[in-house]
């Protein structure tokens, strides 16, 4: 199993971003997705999930205002739009996978994780 996320670089205050993470090696289209995210010397944190399906999504509260994730099965690929960013957005961004029922957002929850892509937010 592989997931692979891009898309990160440097970006200033009140701009926009799109992450995306390419999944290999799983049927993707039977896994609830998310993003989390960790800032240098904090811990992990739940950023947003989606339904294996797609018709649900759910974030966590400073994010559901700014962020957007979707998904595209046919492409087996993850994606989240970032606008309005804040220096305070700067993080590595993870995708990770999840079978079950929808609407995990703890960590521990996640079975299969991407490496990382990370975005910083100038002031």
């Known amino acids: 199993v592989q997931l692979q996320a891009s898309g990160g670089g440097v970006v200033q205050a009140g701009g926009s971003l799109r992450v995306s993470c390419a999944a290999s090696?799983?049927?993707?289209?039977?896994?609830?997705m998310a993003w989390f995210r960790q800032a240098p010397g904090k811990e992990r944190e739940f950023v947003a999930g989606?339904?294996?399906?797609?018709?649900?999504?759910y974030y966590a509260d400073p994010m559901k205002d700014r962020f957007t994730i979707s998904r595209d099965n046919a492409k087996k690929t993850l994606y989240l739009q970032m606008i309005s960013l804040k220096p305070e957005d700067t993080a590595a961004y993870y995708c990770?996978?999840?079978?079950?029922?929808?609407?995990?957002?703890?960590?521990?929850?996640?079975?299969?994780w991407g490496q990382g892509t990370l975005v910083t937010v100038s002031s």
């Open positions: 990770a996978a999840a079978g079950g029922v929808p609407g995990r957002r703890s960590r521990d929850e996640y079975t299969y």
């Open positions: 090696g799983l049927t993707f289209s039977v896994y609830n």
């Open positions: 989606i339904s294996w399906v797609g018709d649900s999504t």
